[in-house]
């Protein structure tokens, strides 16, 4: 049982990457797939998430309106798209799962979240 985070690189500032997170070992079967990120010397932040039932998405102001977060449950994988990247995005990306859905504001919670995968490292120069 494990999640695989890929896609990370390095990138120009106003540049975009797609994030992918796969699953493997389980189903999502109505999880909540965030992504968090992770940048030197700053503790780990959430970024979005996504009921992988019904597709609700969530997203943290710093991202909102340049981040979109989307799944496919037949491939058991989990995207973010990144759009109009700045120096502040760049971080290790992880993927992570839980069992509520995102609901209410517990997918901001690090402690909420069961399975981890290795991060991908974004990196945007100015």
């Known amino acids: 049982v494990q999640l695989q985070a890929s896609g990370g690189g390095l990138v120009q500032a106003g540049g975009s990457l797609r994030l992918s997170c796969a699953a493997s070992?389980?189903?999502?079967?109505?999880?909540?797939i965030a992504w968090y990120r992770q940048a030197p010397g700053k503790e780990r932040e959430a970024v979005s998430c996504?009921?992988?039932?019904?597709?609700?998405?969530y997203y943290k102001d710093p991202v909102k309106g340049r981040f979109t977060i989307s799944k496919d449950n037949a491939k058991n994988t989990v995207y973010l798209q990144m759009n109009n990247l700045s120096p502040e995005d760049t971080a290790v990306y992880y993927c992570?799962?839980?069992?509520?859905?995102?609901?209410?504001?517990?997918?901001?919670?690090?402690?909420?979240?069961?399975?981890w995968g290795k991060g991908t490292q974004v990196t945007v120069s100015s």
């Open positions: 996504i009921n992988t039932r019904d597709g609700a998405t």
């Open positions: 070992g389980f189903a999502f079967d109505g999880d909540g």
């Open positions: 992570a799962a839980e069992t509520n859905g995102c609901g209410s504001f517990l997918w901001t919670l690090v402690e909420q979240y069961y399975l």
